[in-house]
Structures are given as structure tokens and as C-alpha cells.
């Protein structure tokens, strides 16, 4: 049996958008340029290698970024894991999004899963806030 809408446990949220310029993640360099990628990469593999540490960036993301997450979080169709992981690596170290997905493929399968539990978190949690300030 699958379940419609009307019987899952979570509440919809209303898909927002925001301007490129209110972006938090700009400032952040996430869409920029690697001026070290090599160093970049390195580091971005130890961090997001570290699931407790790259998690608790994104639970930072998710409580600092508002424009950011509401744009980027609120619509379900698009990778909301990968996104909130590289907004952590641009807020611990305005480190580019291409160099973590570069860095993404050198985790194992194990280091890939414990990331994206930290990411459903970080997630679970900003959803969680924006019930709240619906309610």
C-alpha cells in the first residue's frame, strides 16, 4: 500500500524562493572558485569524511542560512542532502561545492551514508523549525 500525501506524518511545506543575492552561500564561496584546489580537496575530504564534525556544520547551516535553506531546502525534488553538505564545507571553509563533489567520490560507501544520516538530520531539523513558525 502506498501513502498519499494525506497520511504521512510530516507537513507540507510551501516551496520558497529568494534571489541569488540573499543567498548566504554566496558570501560563502560556494559557487566560486578553488584559488588551492589541491589543498581544498584534501580538506574536504578529511571534513566530510568526519561525520560528527560535517554534521554539526550543517545543523549550522540549517540554523544561520535562512534565505539559503528556505530556498534550497523547501523544494523536495532537488538533492537537499548534497546541497546542505556542501553549504557545510562552504561555511567551515568557503570551500567550492564542484571541489566537494570531487571529494564526495573518495568517501567510502560507509563515510557516504554516516554523512547522509547527518544530513537527513540538519534537514529533519530546519523542517522542523519551519513548522514551528507556520504554526
Not at 48 to 73: F, P, Q
Not at 105 to 130: K, M, P, T, Y
Amino acid at each position: 500500500m502506498t501513502k498519499n500525501s494525506t497520511e504521512t506524518s510530516k507537513p507540507l511545506i510551501k516551496r520558497i524562493f529568494h534571489p541569488y543575492w540573499l543567498w548566504e552561500e554566496v558570501a560563502f564561496n560556494m559557487w566560486g572558485k578553488s584559488h588551492d584546489r589541491v589543498g581544498q580537496l584534501a580538506w574536504a575530504i578529511g571534513f566530510t569524511g568526519d561525520a560528527e564534525l560535517y554534521g554539526s556544520y550543517m545543523v549550522r547551516v540549517a540554523e544561520e542560512w535562512k534565505y539559503s535553506c528556505e530556498h534550497n531546502l523547501s523544494g523536495k525534488w532537488q538533492n537537499r542532502q548534497a546541497w546542505i553538505g556542501h553549504a557545510a564545507c562552504a561555511l567551515a571553509s568557503k570551500c567550492p561545492e564542484d571541489v566537494v563533489r570531487e571529494a564526495w567520490g573518495h568517501l567510502s560507501e560507509e563515510q557516504q551514508r554516516a554523512a547522509n544520516a547527518q544530513a537527513d538530520i540538519a534537514i529533519e531539523q530546519w523542517e522542523g523549525a519551519q513548522c514551528q513558525r507556520e504554526d
